[in-house]
């Protein structure tokens, strides 16, 4: 009888005193010497980040930290409401929300930038696959990833800076400057301001850091549980949830129910 594949993970393993992750030693390597952003780094990567992609990868991450009363934030919340015994449960709830209307278009421009160059040859007109990209969304009536917000108009305030880190650190390529010409030429294509907003300059930067694009969600995940933690804070401090609920029920249905 054939022996099976032995399962392996090089993730991190535990002994009665030691702990590794991804080769480093917990203890010794890591607890009081590494930031929480350079450890989610050598999570995914195996490599503890240069400090340029160290720049880099926290401002992503912390981007993705809070962004006010947004859908996930009052699904934590409403959660919580119902299940205080559990805030891991509301984080989830809220995190179960970042899709491909909110946060998780970081995935789909990542998405979008790498399929893009990866069929425009070695030397691609930049302008020219930009047009590309854009038609190609056009003819199938779908929303561009990356560019366009509903408050940020007409800059998102959150891309300028991105962008500029990335160009301090070296790391402003192919990938930032075709987001921006995808912005451009969208907003060419239906006379609508569409900035590239802080989802595109994510999902451009960290594809410019090599972050293939099927796990660039989860740099919204990673930012978004931490804010996620501090709306619950904030509702066991300041309780809105209930509000939120009452006002919503007794709105809904004014003009149905019996006066």
């Known amino acids: 009888m054939r022996n ?3 399962i392996r993970s ?3 393993w535990s002994t009665a005193d030691r702990i590794g992750v991804r080769g480093k030693d ?3 390597d890591l ?3 590494v930031s929480l952003g350079d450890v989610a780094w050598l999570e995914l990567t195996g490599e503890l980040p240069t400090p340029a992609e160290s720049v880099l990868f926290n401002a992503l991450m912390v981007t993705m930290v809070e962004h006010g009363m947004t ?3 009052i699904a934590a919340r409403l959660t919580y409401l119902g299940a205080p015994e559990s805030m891991n449960a509301a ?3 809220g995190l179960c929300g970042l899709g491909n209307v909110f946060a998780g278009t970081i995935e789909g421009s990542a998405r979008m930038l790498q399929e893009a160059l990866a069929g425009a040859g070695a030397s691609p007109d ?3 696959v930009a047009a590309d990209v854009v038609a190609s969304f056009r003819a199938t009536k ?5 560019i366009g917000h509903p408050v940020h108009k007409p800059i998102d305030p959150r891309t300028p800076r991105l962008f500029a880190l990335a160009r301090e650190h070296g790391r402003f390529g192919d990938y930032c400057r075709l987001m921006e010409l995808v912005a451009e030429e969208a907003e060419r294509a239906s006379g609508k301001v569409l900035p590239v907003n802080a989802t595109g300059a994510i999902g451009a930067i960290a594809s410019e850091l090599g972050f293939e694009w099927r796990i660039c969600r989860g740099i919204a995940v990673m930012g978004r549980a931490i804010g996620l933690v501090g709306h619950i804070v904030e509702e066991i401090r300041n309780p809105v949830a209930k509000e939120i609920w009452d006002r919503t029920d007794d709105e809904a249905s004014e003009d149905v129910r019996p006066r």
């Open 4 to 6: 099976p594949k032995k």
């Open 10 to 12: 090089e993730m991190g």
């Open 26 to 28: 917990l203890v010794g």
């Open 31 to 33: 607890i009081g010497k």
């Open 71 to 73: 859908p996930s934030a």
């Open 91 to 93: 984080v989830a709830a």
């Open 126 to 128: 930049l302008r020219r």
């Open 142 to 146: 779908a929303l561009v990833p990356g």
